[in-house]
């Protein structure tokens, strides 16, 4: 398996090690493209390909591609191209993370270490759940929400597009936060 992130920041890299450990790391490649380089940084050996602007040129040598960017409108943009150019999108999940069986998770989503993600969960396309964070039953995540480390979601929430929860969020249960929701580092929700 060969994927390419768009992304070679240290979350990028943890995606990488999420993809990794998931495979025998001998059975998956991972390769990088980001506009956050100098010339000198773009070099096989570290794994470091191109910019954003070379995706259509290298797209089509991987399986695969996933976007590991925290912003959640450069996540949105950069997934967008991926599927016009027609690359399968990727979906990363820790292996230390645990998910049920019945939640839904789409395409593009990364969820990292330590995570659970509760029964009849639904994540949309390029969600990032990240380390240590906690969905209780029917919880909702729409596309291209980021929630931060150790967020607390409860049951029956309702998390709307593009939000971004930062760390340390607690929501109440059956709490509907709108589209585009920021949540500083510690906020509470509820009802």
């Known amino acids: 398996m060969k994927t390419l992130i768009l992304g070679a920041g240290g979350f990028g890299f943890a995606v990488r090690e999420a993809l990794q450990l998931a495979a025998a790391p001998s059975h998956h490649e991972v390769h990088f493209l980001d506009d956050n380089l100098t010339p000198k940084d773009i ?24 976007v590991a960017l925290g912003r959640n409108e450069l996540r949105q943009a950069q997934m967008e191209a991926i599927q016009r150019i027609g ?41 990032i759940i990240n380390a240590g964070t906690i969905l209780d039953h029917n919880a909702i995540i729409e596309d291209w929400a980021h929630l931060g480390v150790g967020c607390r979601i409860s049951g029956g929430v309702h998390i709307g597009r593009s939000s971004m929860l930062y760390a340390g969020c607690v929501v109440g249960y059956g709490v509907n936060m709108e589209a585009n929701t920021i949540a500083a580092a510690g906020s509470v929700f509820r009802v």
Do not use: W
């Open 87 to 127: 690359i399968p999108l990727a979906t990363a999940i820790h292996p230390s993370a645990v998910i049920s069986p019945l939640a839904c998770i789409e395409a593009g989503s990364i969820i990292m270490s330590a995570s659970v993600v509760s029964i009849n969960c639904r994540i949309g396309r390029g969600v």
């Open 43 to 66: 070099s096989p050996k570290i794994d470091i390909v191109g910019r954003f602007m070379d995706l259509q040129k290298v797209a089509h040598s991987y399986d695969n591609a996933l």
